[in-house]
């Protein structure tokens, strides 16, 4: 069933009101008509059961069959510190870390990186749509946000209940063991490089500031990969997909 997320101000009275860009995805690309069914997620893990009651050029509005809890949400919460890499790469670790869960996306300025984002760029824009999306897709019951783009001595000055940096240099460095310290629930900081990695010089601020460097194998993964690999090794340890 086709998906839609509104904010709060969108619900009134029984009914759901929808405009914007979405009102042209409704009626030209799924070209739904007075009576069909869609989902609406009020982005507070509230499902909505709805049918399309009136459509007209700039606003759809739905009336509310049955409220149903969304149940989606990973328990554990994992904020992603992503070293800024180039071209669109970001777009494909934003939409694949939205769907293994992650809450929360930070661009992050380390020493290595080549694209940088600028005061006012539409790149934070985009990337807030990506997640958008792919939360729509997947039937999260929240939108990730998309954090400001940070220092790299901010974001490892952030508290999280456990801060994890895969680092090519980390020999000993067990991801396994790093988190036998918590449990499903915990509040973790997962910090990855740009394409070049991190420097040594970050590597020390980073275990300065409590956070654990981990060795992710022997194998060199690229940035797009390292971030989705530990996300899904975390999720899996923590017994957040139940297998």
């Not at 009101?17 to 009102?23: N, S």
């Not at 990730?144 to 001595?153: C, H, K, Q, R, S």
């Not at 990855?192 to 590597?203: L, V």
Request: hydrophobic share 40%; proline share 2%; net charge negative.
């Amino acid at each position: 069933m086709h998906r839609f997320f509104a904010g709060r101000d969108a619900f009134a009275d029984g009914k759901v009101y929808i405009d914007g860009g979405d009102v042209v995805h409704i009626t030209k690309v799924l070209r739904l008509k007075a009576g069909d069914s869609v989902v609406v997620c009020d982005g507070a893990s509230n499902d909505y059961l709805c049918a399309v009651e009136t459509i007209d050029k700039n606003l759809v509005t739905l009336s509310i069959i049955e409220q149903i809890p969304n149940d989606t949400e990973s328990k554990t919460s994992i904020t992603l510190y992503q070293g800024i890499p180039k071209s669109d790469k970001m777009d494909f670790i934003i939409q694949k870390c939205v769907e293994l869960g992650v809450k929360k996306i930070v661009p992050v300025e380390t020493a290595r990186i080549v694209a940088k984002v600028k005061d006012g760029d539409k790149k934070q824009i985009r990337w807030q749509r990506i997640a958008a999306e792919a939360a729509k897709q997947c039937g999260r019951g929240v939108i990730p946000e998309i954090g400001d783009v940070l220092t790299f001595a901010q974001a490892v000055a952030v508290e999280h209940e456990l801060k994890l940096m895969p680092y090519e240099c980390e020999k000993d460095g067990l991801l396994s063991s790093a988190l036998k310290s918590v449990t499903t629930g915990a509040d973790i900081g997962i910090y990855i490089g740009p394409e070049g990695g991190f420097d040594k010089a970050e590597a020390d601020m980073a275990v300065d500031a409590g956070v654990k460097t981990v060795t992710l194998g022997k194998r060199i993964l690229r940035c797009e990969t390292a971030g989705l690999a530990t996300v899904a090794a975390v999720m899996y340890a923590l017994d957040e997909w139940n297998i």
